[in-house]
């Protein structure tokens, strides 16, 4: 008896196996979408699992064909802001500071409300205080006035101070860098160190953060990195060189997707922070808020809630956030040109977290 097949099982058989189509790539897509909106360059670096990958995309400069390096370095703004916070609750650790002692007791006399405000509320962004940012002019053709001009620290409060406070504090939560220039402050008053230093020793040294930097006054960027741009008259200026004593404690480090991730990575695992103070940053002061000690806390389009921080300077946009248990993370720097003309840090919160 002859074994017969059915004709279309048979054609079946026979045809060449056709490869499943490939499953579409959210992070790369989104990266050219933020190129294709305006930006010059990105580069997201993402983990879950322990397995992590970097995609880029755009130019390092503009009017050359040069992608961007994976591991290329960038100024990362107010993701500052976590690692002057981490020193901050090591000191409180070492029972060198206390977090709900006015500010007055560790620096008198530089604040008209610090026996109000205490160390807590600088943390939270709860003092009240002015954000002297908001009298500097960062953009436009007036950035150029300032951009390589060297500012203190006590220059910077003196601009918040000569304000009224905007609120009582403690009353509320209003995000203002003028907290982080005064928490540098208290560190170097604590310690008798720059506040850079302490932050050399305490994290980028013990993790090895070898591409991390805290500036100063020194205005370009060691090593490879993309131009960051901002527009001036109509025409795209490069911005990459200036002097990130404008941003101090606040805003003035140099990393890369790597080291911030190593960072992130170690604070969540409590490597830098003890557990009890770890759980008091990354706590929101409320339900209606998303902000810890030092850190944004905001929940995602699927309801997960993750710890980090973004960050802005002329130029440069960065997000670094991690999940609570460390395993799933995300680092991603942004060189400005005319846009991205959309929220493209939610946008990656987004698709890393609920994919």
């Known amino acids: 008896m002859l074994n017969t097949v059915p004709l279309v099982l048979a054609a079946s058989l026979l045809a060449p196996a056709v490869p499943a189509a490939a499953a579409p790539d959210p992070v790369r897509a989104l990266a050219k979408d933020i190129v294709s909106s305006g930006a010059s360059g990105v580069q997201i670096r993402t983990v879950h699992n322990g397995r992590s990958r970097t995609v880029t995309a755009g130019v390092s400069e503009l009017d050359s064909r040069k992608p961007l390096s994976p591991n290329g370095r960038f100024r990362i703004g107010s993701a500052t802001k976590m690692f002057t916070s981490t020193v901050v609750l090591q000191l409180v650790a070492e029972h060198r500071i206390l977090l709900d002692t006015p500010v007055d007791q560790y620096v008198p006399g530089l604040l008209p409300h610090g026996k109000e405000i205490t160390v807590r509320m600088l943390l939270q962004h709860t003092s009240g205080l002015y954000d002297y940012t908001e009298s500097l002019p960062l953009f436009g053709p007036e950035l150029e006035k300032i951009r390589y001009r060297h500012h203190s620290p006590e220059s910077m409060v003196a601009v918040s101070t000569a304000k009224p406070l905007d609120f009582p504090p403690g009353s509320r939560h209003s995000y203002s860098n003028t907290n982080f220039i005064v928490l540098g402050m208290l560190i170097e008053r604590t310690t008798g160190h720059a506040w850079g230093t302490e ?41 990459t060189e200036l002097n990130p004593s404008m941003a101090w404690a606040a805003g003035e480090i140099i990393s890369t997707t790597a080291d911030l991730d190593e960072f992130v990575r170690a604070l969540a695992a409590g490597r830098l922070v003890p557990p009890d103070l770890l759980t008091q940053m990354t706590t929101p002061r409320s339900a209606t808020e998303e902000y810890g000690l030092g850190v944004r806390t905001p929940v995602t389009a699927c309801g997960n809630r993750v710890f980090g921080h973004t960050g802005g300077i002329p130029g440069f946009q960065t997000v670094a956030f991690t999940s609570p248990d460390g395993k799933q993370r995300v680092e991603a720097s942004v060189t400005l040109g005319r846009g991205p003309d959309f929220d493209w840090t939610r946008a990656v919160l987004d698709k890393v977290f609920c994919s």
């Open 199 to 239: 932050a050399a020793q305490r994290i980028l040294w013990p993790l090895g953060l070898r591409h991390t930097s805290v500036p100063g006054d020194r205005t370009g960027i060691a090593g490879p990195h993309a131009h960051g741009y901002q527009e001036m008259n109509g025409e795209l200026v490069d911005v």
